[in-house]
């Protein structure tokens, strides 16, 4: 049986990992200052939306069409939590996808859940 995606399960898991290493020692933002939306993108899993203006607002949007899984909802969500930390940072290359320093905390993220980097 798939999971049926809503903001509310995002936003969940969204805490989930904040609270678990890497992320708790990241300063990211609390759920209530991210909105989370299911999308039904067939060729984007997940997506992070951020803005630098005088205050920081996220988006963290997760596809139905993509996610089933519980497990598949955390991987994705932390890799979209890299991205957001990333922005917070200023790290971000900007049109670029994945620089440098996001492969090497998708290497952290990944020692510290048992996920497989080459999958993420």
């Known amino acids: 049986m798939a999971l049926l995606l809503t903001p509310q399960i995002i936003e969940g898991a969204y805490e ?27 060729l984007h899993v997940g997506y992070h939306r951020g803005s630098r203006r005088k205050i920081y607002s996220h988006e963290i949007g997760i596809s139905s069409a993509c996610v089933g899984h519980t497990n598949t909802l955390l991987r994705t969500m932390a890799h979209e ?4 930390y990333q922005q917070r940072q200023r790290t971000d290359t900007p049109n670029t996808e994945h620089n ?21």
């Open 100 to 120: 440098a320093e996001f492969t090497r905390l998708a290497r952290i993220v990944c020692r510290h859940h048992g996920w497989d980097e080459k999958e993420f």
């Open 81 to 84: 939590m890299i991205h957001q």
């Open 16 to 42: 989930f990992l904040r609270a678990t290493p890497p992320f708790r020692n990241w300063k990211l933002p609390h759920a209530d200052e991210v909105t989370f939306v299911v999308s039904r993108h067939k």
